[in-house]
């Protein structure tokens, strides 16, 4: 039994003129902070109320417990991945982009498997091209590093995991102008695995600032640039975190949401979001993660039609004066 495309009867492909992708970008800028809070934080509720449901007929097998990060985030039965059993679902994007949005991996444990073999083998399998990681390599402080790594950190380095050999070819930092500091690490992975004698080469993107439970530091920019990079390929793209949910479902979100809402005239925020959602249980952590992604969408549309900025910048203030100052967002609210 196969992945389900959850949009394969999307009617509509065709983008809007530009006179109507205009008016979009105006109508979801628009809105002080009391609407917006309002508007983010009942999509919040929807995801925190939604019906989390395991079961699928035969031939369908659940994914053994073993395989769960967080037992508490139930996996999505009719569009989990199939290739290779881990914990992650298929998302595909209006213009094709295909996403597997994964729990990060872990190391074997008394509880849980050795699942960096798993994502080793799915990259051959399906054979990807882009991997992209967001969050550390180290645990707060700065010395141990993080359960389930599967790569060297430093040039020239490389580790075995099973019967596979993981060498870093290259690494350096992504700079994107306007944004601080050196966000992204672009390396590339040689995965050989030793048993079958074959070898392959992946890109793979870490967004090391990108804590779990919180938005990316400084714009959008840095995210919008990674995933022109990671959408060039035609195959199947892997995103992960720790649990695959929050920060996964935001990047994702971005292309996700943004080319959605471009093809429908009488769409908003709100409609693409529940599309969204459908994909993965548990998707979003917080209020402020939903608002960083609706700004981040309204982002996406702007840079790639070439729109003046000028909207997207006066929501993105408004965003940021929520973080900030909690303006509009009421005494007993959570951004």
Known sequence: MGVIDLDEDEPQTVELTEDLIVIIVIRQSVGRHPEKYILWAGLMKLVDTEKRNEHR??????????????????????????????????????????????????????????????????????????????????????????DGLYFVENEGGSMEIGPYTVATVTSEPLVVDGEPGENVTCRKLKITDRKKKVSREI??????????????????????????????????????????????????????????????????????????????????????????????????ITRKFNLDMYMVREMEKVFKEMIKNGTGVPKDGKF
């Open 203 to 300: 890109q793979h993107f870490q967004y090391a600032t990108w804590n779990d439970n919180d938005i990316p530091p400084g714009g959008w920019e840095t995210a919008y640039q990674v995933m022109r990079m990671v959408t060039g390929s035609k195959k199947p793209i892997i995103v992960h975190c720790t649990k695959g949910i929050g920060r996964t479902m935001c990047f994702i979100g971005l292309e996700y949401t943004s080319q959605l809402l471009v093809a429908h005239e009488n769409w908003n925020f709100e409609e693409v979001f529940k599309k969204l959602i459908e994909k993965r249980y548990c998707s979003f952590q917080n209020t402020r993660q939903i608002g960083w992604l609706h700004v981040g969408m309204v982002y996406f």
């Open 57 to 146: 007929p035969y031939p369908y097998i659940n994914l053994t417990p073993r395989k769960y990060l967080d037992p508490g985030i139930p996996l999505i039965p009719l569009n989990a991945l199939q290739s290779i059993r881990i914990h992650g679902n298929y998302i595909k994007t209006r213009l094709g982009n295909e996403f597997y949005a994964c729990q990060g991996p872990m190391n074997a444990s008394e509880t849980h498997d050795d699942t960096r073999l798993d994502l080793l083998a799915l990259i051959f399998k399906d054979e990807v091209e882009c991997v992209m990681m967001l969050g550390p390599t180290r645990c707060l402080g700065g010395w141990n590093l993080v």
